[in-house]
């Protein structure tokens, strides 16, 4: 009978969630430097040595969630966007509900708008089913995020401000927007709002915005 080491196994098992905490670590910082780290910089702000993270380097690399510039700063990769992409049915599903609810009592066309690079594009878009007139606002539309009340609002997230941001004729002239930030959910930049063809209530309509934000948050999470 050969005798077994049952703290081998477990001392590999930290080692292994030890460098894929280190690896997401890695990437979540990435991903909040636009201007991309060196080495050195992320070995600091991991408090680890450049080997270590020389190591991570390697795998995040040859799988296209990190990659080197000529500068040699480490940016995010293409992979990373590709499971981005992967994800947005989902997110789109989870919110659909809320995103129904609000139309109705709106009266006015709903969406989720989420962050791809410095713009913001419609997810998931819900039509009121009895009004005589709305705005068709299709899915996949983009928009720079300093301009209409979807970007705007998850600018204003950014820095915590939950409150609805209204809007009028940014992108479409006579196009009216409110819109909240969807906040709490890790590693998602997105709002909730409606666009309608006519001036919103932002009294009466803000607080249902702000509501379905919450709720889409809630499911997400």
């Known amino acids: 009978m050969r005798a077994v080491d049952a703290t081998a196994g477990s001392g ?3 080692e292994t969630s030890q460098t894929l905490d280190r690896g997401l670590r890695l990437l979540h910082l990435v991903a909040d430097t636009p201007t991309g780290l060196t080495v050195s910089e992320a070995a600091n702000l991991l408090g680890v040595g450049r080997a270590a993270v020389y190591r991570l380097v390697g ?3 040859a799988h296209g969630m990190l990659r080197r510039g000529s500068d040699g700063r480490l940016r995010i990769g293409a992979g990373v966007l590709h499971l981005a992409r ?3 049915p989902l997110l789109a599903e989870g919110a659909m509900q809320a995103l129904r609810r609000l139309a109705e009592q709106a009266g006015a066309t709903a969406h989720l708008t989420m962050v791809e690079g410095d713009e913001g594009v419609a997810l998931a878009v819900v039509e009121p089913s009895w009004t005589s007139f ?3 606002y299709r899915t996949g539309a983009r928009h720079p995020l300093e301009r209409g009340a979807a970007g705007r609002a998850i600018l204003a997230g950014r820095s915590g401000a939950a409150e609805p ?3 009028s004729g940014e992108l479409e002239s006579g196009a009216y927007g ?3 930030p969807v906040l709490g959910v890790p590693g998602l930049e997105a709002s909730v709002g ?3 063809l006519a001036p919103l209530d932002v009294d009466l309509v803000g607080p249902q915005v702000l509501a379905a934000a919450t709720t889409v948050a809630a499911t997400l999470r």
């Open 134 to 136: 709305h705005v068709a």
């Open 86 to 88: 992967r994800a947005q």
């Open 178 to 180: 409110v819109a909240a």
């Open 165 to 167: 941001v209204s809007s």
């Open 59 to 61: 795998p995040l690399t």
């Open 12 to 14: 590999r098992t930290g």
């Open 194 to 196: 409606v666009v309608a």
